[in-house]
């Protein structure tokens, strides 16, 4: 099973501040990796797939890199609706679909 | 618009049984693989159970092998999750995901129903 790491597990940011959180997968996932966006009392929502392309109707602010084992999400600059939890996700090694433990964005 | 309602959610008894159901729309059913994910309170996401498009394929999380059977009704546009000797840690909301992709890919996801496993 591959084991996903998310860090920070808090991020205490300011609106317009850039956000980079990180994902750490066991053993390479290659590029499939993906990134998911949840709010509080709310379903998750995809952001990115395959390391670094964004989902229909994300906004450009959103982006990621990385690919093996080591990824990133980059909030170019935050708006208030983007504080939230961010989950990583892999589909290279399944079953088991493996999840990271989240990070969550909160306001400073 | 792709719609996803869950249902069946609600308090039971250690030990007890309870099937969720899963209404799609706004999509040809017949054509996606769907997954169960839930989500302990307080806790991250995590993957149940995933049934391809024509039900010949069907994986389950080693947590829950042996307890849960997950099926599907192409013609009813419905997915099921049948869930027997529940424990306490099952206590989760649970979502019904649509699978986008040949490897696992959620995106669209139900509003998600509550199971709550308590004496």
């Known amino acids: 099973e591959i084991v996903l790491t998310q860090s920070p597990a808090t991020l205490s940011l300011s609106p317009g501040e850039r956000a980079t959180l990180s994902c750490r997968a066991s053993?390479?996932?290659?590029?499939?990796l993906a990134w998911y966006q949840q709010k509080p009392g709310q379903a998750p929502r995809l952001l990115i797939y395959?390391?670094?392309n964004r989902a229909t109707g994300v906004p450009a602010r959103f982006s990621g890199s990385g690919s093996g084992t080591d990824f990133t999400l980059t909030i170019s600059s935050l708006e208030p609706e983007d504080f939230a939890v961010y989950y990583c996700?892999?589909?290279?090694?399944?079953?088991?679909?493996?999840f990271g433990p989240g990070t969550k964005v909160d306001i400073k | 618009e792709v719609q996803l309602v869950e249902s069946g959610g609600g308090l039971v008894k250690p030990g007890g049984s309870l099937r969720l159901s899963c209404a799609a729309s706004?999509?040809?059913?017949?054509?996606?693989?769907m997954n169960w994910v839930r989500q302990a309170p307080g806790k991250g996401l995590e993957w149940v159970s995933s049934?391809?498009?024509?039900?010949?394929?069907?994986y389950y999380a080693d947590s829950v092998k042996g307890r849960f059977t997950i099926s599907r009704d192409n013609a009813k546009n419905s997915l099921y999750l049948q869930m027997n000797s529940l424990r306490a840690e099952d206590t989760a909301v649970y979502y019904c995901?649509?699978?986008?992709?040949?490897?696992?890919?959620?995106?669209?996801w139900g509003q998600g129903t509550l199971v709550t496993v308590s004496s």
């Open positions: 049934i391809s498009y024509s039900s010949s394929d069907i």
């Open positions: 995901a649509r699978d986008i992709s040949t490897r696992p890919l959620f995106d669209s």
């Open positions: 395959d390391a670094s």
């Open positions: 996700q892999q589909r290279s090694n399944w079953p088991p679909i493996t």
């Open positions: 706004g999509f040809t059913f017949n054509s996606y693989s």
């Open positions: 053993q390479s996932v290659g590029s499939y």
